[in-house]
């Protein structure tokens, strides 16, 4: 018998790389989260309902006590890894939640969503301490920049964006895509940002100048085969 009620729309691991969360739950009834351990498969902890609405965003806190989750019913809630207990919720935004993220230092998270916004929260509050504003479309995900204060997210429109999350002003737009970008990722150096989406391919960007250093799979001219 599956530990999952529905289908998996969410997954983390952990920072010790012992444990997998994963987000589940019919649409539009409820969503709940299981802890899986990766040595044997079994259950380690079952957070229940613990959203209105599908789970969308996953992401452990840097030392892995907490579990951040977030989803379509507009709610971030913030997981005790050993209680199972829900410490606190996060409520502002106005559309579903896409993707949050942790600073390094574990004090702030940034939540991403359809409603156009990037929220900035104090963890151990949930306060909200700013919102970013003004673009064009769904952002539909978000990572801090190693253990620096910028913040870089990925949006419908095809565009990345860089930001510092401690003023919340632009630093830089990265352009290439042609059409909407839907996951992001960053290296662990903090020097390239990689984004994939409705094009069916993942590019990837020099942090520093907004440079598209490459693509993939990379088409040969002429043909569908791939180098």
Known sequence: ESPFSDRITALAFSPDGQSLAVGSGPPS??????LISLAD???TQSFGQVHSDSVLALEFSPDGRVLASAG?????????????ERLRSFEGHTHH???LTWRDDGQLLATASADATIKLWKSESAEQIRTIAGFPKEVTSIR???????????????RIRLYDSDSGKLIRAFSGASEALFGLGVSKDGQRVY???QAGEVLYWNVKDAKVLGKFPNKVDGGGDHE
């Open 41 to 43: 498969g079994s259950t």
């Open 72 to 84: 379509a019913d507009k709610m971030c809630q913030l997981l005790d890894i050993n209680s199972g």
């Open 144 to 158: 801090f920049l190693g253990t620096s204060p910028q913040l870089v997210s990925a949006c419908a429109d095809g």
């Open 29 to 34: 009834r409820f969503g709940d989260v299981t």
């Open 97 to 99: 939640i896409l993707g």
């Open 195 to 197: 984004a994939g989406g």
